[in-house]
């Protein structure tokens, strides 16, 4: 993060996010500078992260953890990894958190103009694919987002992964993320061609908690989305094996605990008076 | 983060929401002062507080609420707290390679008075929470403080106490972060604020 | 090879408390390193004496080795004595000392002490991985330091052992308080740090003895 900014191409883009702007990159010589003299970044909020996805007899089934980490602390218990692109395809995503929700948004945005421009075809899973890898291709890795791209199109069920740098697979099954070995050990012992949609979801599910419980970036509850030609079904902690463990009863404050110095109720400002054309009141 | 020093807290109750900054503001270990507020009115139902660089806590203030007028010349109303919340973050996220430095926590009520909180980190990676949310050079004791003592559906009276025992607490074992702390109390009838008293050290 | 080194981080997080008549010492049972799970059901903690309990995080090969070292001194301490145990202040300063005496090549381990004293008062003992130690009424050590530290202030408010004249740093709180307390500080840790989960190993030291519980904590 120093010197390399010059490096990064942002005058114009190519592919299809050309119209997206390019990041402002004003502070980087300032903080560049107050790194030099010692200060350290605060970190990035990462998603250490197990995502997964299986095609099966009629649709794919993708699955997530739900822990977002700071270095070794847990900043989300509950975060959502599962992205959406379009009515018909949704993307995991693992790395910097701030960078798989952008991208994701980007493309999902660029689809909705496409089918707005194309009498509202149904978005291609290919076409989702070629906007993100071009996008990531284009920072050189520096946009770390490491994604499991599944949807359904006019050309049938579709699963891929894309990595950071831009490079991209088409896979019957797929795993990513800091648990995606933990994950792939249990597709590698389960996975089997045309599966029934409950096979599928359970091999997932499975996958999923073997990240979960063996990986410690990943963790909490785990999230699914199926993909199928009649639609999609989102479910959102679809099995939550990790509820906390103990409570302590005892924990209450009464009344005057805390030293208070002063107490003020503060002047409402946004108070509406409804009499007459006032003018309007715009102080923050 | 640890230039300056800092620690901000918001959490949830039922029907109400309030958001914490300690007082302090540093040049390392060095006091500067001690009646600095990290955290920022919005509108009267919406608060934002920071932590990180006070020059860079101070420059998103400002254009907070900026945008905000902005805003309400054009739709005439105020920001709804996921808005405001996906402002924030692409402001962050449009500087990817060059951030801000600081994590803004947003504290709420939405339209129907539900609580709405999230945090973020330095380029806008939001974590809506629906217990509550830290930022600061104490993060981890205020994660530790808040874990333990928080409870769904507390109200306003109960969730002052909860939350002023934590921010006092949790900052406690934090040289670059004290010095008393502030409260936003937020509910549907109106704003309290309560200045604390903690250790001078 | 030139990035090899001798230490690694285990993880881990101990906690003791001590009481007017007991003292609790308790670790959590995960033994970590990276993003791996080496095992989950892993001692830290050894009792050396009926009177004396230690537990260590940090640096496994370096916890083993001082464990050793601690316990057979106590054993050649004892047969010396008549089959008297050490004292567990005397422990606490042997520890120290220990620690001390690989001062430039440490043991990377952080070490807490818990027992009672010739009053059979309880006795926590903090140190840091170069024998600096202090007598208190409660600590914690290891990677859930920073989360639980702020809730064992908030909820025990001991005095200072440097108080003139003295006052006893022992927590107010009863046994049974001091165990609830103790659980709900691992379970917070468990939530909110990745090293510290599987179980937490609960070791209470009184008059009657020493007796060891084991709480489930979260797998993840």
Not at chain 1, 79 to 93: D, L, R, S, V
Not at chain 1, 246 to 259: D, L
Not at chain 2, 132 to 160: R, Y
Not at chain 3, 59 to 73: A, C, I, N, S
């Amino acid at each position: 993060m120093s010197s390399s900014y010059g490096d990064i191409n942002v005058s114009g883009g190519i592919g299809l996010d050309s119209e997206s702007a390019p990041f402002n990159l004003e502070l980087a010589r300032r903080n560049s500078m107050i790194e030099r003299q010692g200060m350290k970044l605060p970190r990035y909020l990462k998603t250490g992260t197990t995502i997964c996805g299986v095609v099966y007899a009629n649709g794919v089934v993708l699955g997530a953890d739900t822990r977002s980490t700071n270095g070794d602390t847990v900043a989300d218990k509950n975060c959502e990894k599962i992205h959406y692109i379009a009515p018909n395809i949704y993307c995991c995503g693992a790395g910097t958190a701030a960078d798989t929700e952008a991208t994701t948004n980007m493309v999902a945005s660029a689809l909705n103009m496409h089918r707005y421009g194309t009498n509202g075809r149904t978005s291609r899973v290919i076409t989702a694919l070629t906007m993100l890898k071009s996008h990531l291709f284009k920072y050189q890795g520096n946009v770390s987002a490491a994604l499991v791209l599944g949807g359904f199109d006019i050309n049938g069920p579709h699963l891929f992964t894309v990595y950071p740098h831009g490079s991209s697979d088409s896979l019957p099954y797929a795993t990513m993320g800091s648990g995606s070995l933990a994950a792939m050990s249990i597709f590698e012992a389960g996975y089997k061609e045309n599966m029934t949609k409950e096979e599928a979801m359970k091999l997932v599910a499975d996958a999923i908690k073997s990240g979960v419980f063996n990986d410690l970036g990943s963790g909490s509850n785990v999230d699914l989305c199926i993909i199928t030609k009649e639609g999609k079904e989102y479910l959102r902690n679809y099995e939550c094996p990790n509820p906390r463990p103990y409570a302590s009863q005892s924990f209450s404050f009464a009344k005057g605990t805390t030293p208070v110095l002063r107490s003020t109720m503060l002047t409402l400002k946004d108070v509406v008076v409804e009499e007459g054309a006032d003018a309007m009141e715009v102080g923050a | 983060m640890s230039y300056n020093g800092g620690a901000v807290i918001a959490m949830t109750g039922k029907e109400c929401v309030a958001i914490a900054c300690d007082l302090r503001l540093g040049i390392q270990n060095q006091t500067i002062a001690t009646d600095y507020r990290k955290v920022f009115r919005v509108h009267d139902k919406l608060f934002v507080g920071l932590s990180g660089l006070a020059t860079d806590m101070q420059t998103l203030s400002q254009r907070f609420a900026f945008r905000h007028n902005l805003y309400k010349l054009r739709e005439e109303r105020n920001m709804k707290p996921t808005t405001f919340a996906n402002l924030v973050s692409h402001m962050l996220y449009e500087r990817r390679f060059g951030p801000y430095y600081a994590e803004p926590v947003i504290a709420g009520l939405d339209e129907n008075n539900q609580p709405y909180i999230t945090g973020m980190d330095l380029i806008g990676a939001m974590a809506p929470a629906s217990d509550f949310v830290v930022a600061g050079s104490s993060s981890e004791s205020l994660f530790g403080v808040c874990e333990s003592f928080w409870k769904p559906d507390m109200d306003a009276e109960t969730l002052f106490e909860t939350l002023g025992q934590c921010i006092l607490t949790g900052v406690n074992r934090d040289c670059l972060a004290g010095w008393g702390a502030a409260i936003y109390i937020i509910t549907p009838t109106g704003i309290t604020a309560k200045t604390l008293k903690g250790r001078q050290d | 090879m030139s990035t090899w080194s001798p230490y690694d981080m285990n993880g881990g997080t101990c906690v003791a408390v001590a009481g007017a008549d007991y003292c609790i010492v308790a670790a959590d049972t995960r033994l970590s390193t990276g993003f791996s799970i080496l095992t989950r059901e892993h001692t830290k903690v050894v009792t050396l004496s009926d009177a004396c309990v230690l537990a260590s995080a940090g640096f496994e090969g370096d916890r083993k080795q001082l464990h050793k070292v601690l316990g057979m001194r106590q054993q050649v301490f004892a047969h010396n004595h008549g089959g008297k145990p050490m004292s567990c202040p005397a422990m606490a300063q042997m520890l120290s000392n220990t620690l001390y005496f690989k001062r430039f090549f440490p043991y990377y381990t952080f070490n807490l002490l818990g027992g009672l004293d010739k009053s059979g008062k309880g006795a926590v003992y903090t140190y840091d991985a170069i024998g600096s130690y202090e007598r208190t009424g409660y600590a914690c050590q290891g990677s859930g330091q920073a989360l639980i530290m702020p809730v064992l202030d908030n909820q025990l408010k001991s005095a200072s052992p440097l108080l003139y004249p003295p006052v006893s740093s022992a927590t107010p709180l009863t046994e049974a308080q001091a165990v609830d307390l103790v659980k709900d500080c691992f379970a917070t840790a468990g939530e909110r740090d990745i090293y510290t989960g599987d179980a937490v190993e609960i070791v209470v030291i009184n008059r009657n003895g020493v007796r060891r519980e084991t709480m489930p904590l979260k797998l993840d």
